[in-house]
């Protein structure tokens, strides 16, 4: 759910609802013409995607430091195993250790009791409990790293998942489509991402000497996670108390204005403050919460980033 505005829920509005007016229920919108609409809508979303590609590389480093030679289960959990081993060598290298030891001690009684066969099972049993637990903790990271890799460029391409899984726009090349005025080709140019590239959007007008309060704050975090995270991983003392606020937003929606389906409205800047909508929903789907499937595990955050502060300290 985002707060939009007036200019940007009229557009929403045109692109899923005009064709049902119009008599042209079946027609889907045309690919451009729909990323236009999100693309606008999401501007001060798309902005987020530098600092989150570096968080996402900072996240990278820490399972790296997770899955290499000196992870927490290598170092801590196999020390049971590491003994046995030791034990396992000292029996089998027991007359020259045992000719250092009587140079150096003298001759100690000796005892003649060798090793059950119960002692050997249990130490071979602890052997195969260690291997398995490497083995699991291996797979959780190879899983967070594959995670972390198809997120680094979600907010860029969020605007295509949307098009494509919930507003079911067709294919660029279709010339059968809705472009916002009628069945045929949308002939304007797709916007890039972000907010500075929105001046000259053709479908959602957007003031772009104003950027979005909550996003600019929620870009600072997100420099500062990857700062404490960067300096955890090189072994410094880190501070990771969670100090971030919990934004988020709910409301109801708008009906469509009179003039949505003619002419576009003036450019005038609309003075009506912001409004929060779900976007409406087609075929029983619906863009709100769109794509939450790849949405970032907020359980695979928690864990790297606790995992980040065992690192600091393997490191010395």
Known sequence: QVSLSHECTRAIMKLMYCPHCRGMASVKPCSNYCLNVVKGCLANQADLSTEWKYLMDSLMGVADRIDGPYNVDTVIGTIHMRIAEAISNLQENKDSITSKVFQGCGNPKISTKGSSSEDKKRRGKVTLEAKSSAQALEMLVLDAKGNLTALKTYWITLPSSLCSKKVMASSASDDKCWNGMTKGSYLPEVMGDGLANQINNPEVEVDITKPDMTIRQQIMQLKIMT??????????????????????????????????????????????????????????????GASSRSLPSASLLLLLSGAAMAAQHLWR
């Open 227 to 288: 700062n404490r995270l960067g300096n955890a991983n090189i072994g410094n003392d880190v501070d990771f108390q969670d100090t971030s606020d919990d934004m988020s937003g709910s409301g109801s929606g708008d009906s469509c204005p009179d003039d949505v389906c003619g002419k576009r409205l003036s450019k005038s800047p609309s003075t009506r403050q912001p409004e929060t909508h779900a976007i409406p929903k087609q075929s029983g789907h619906g863009v709100n």
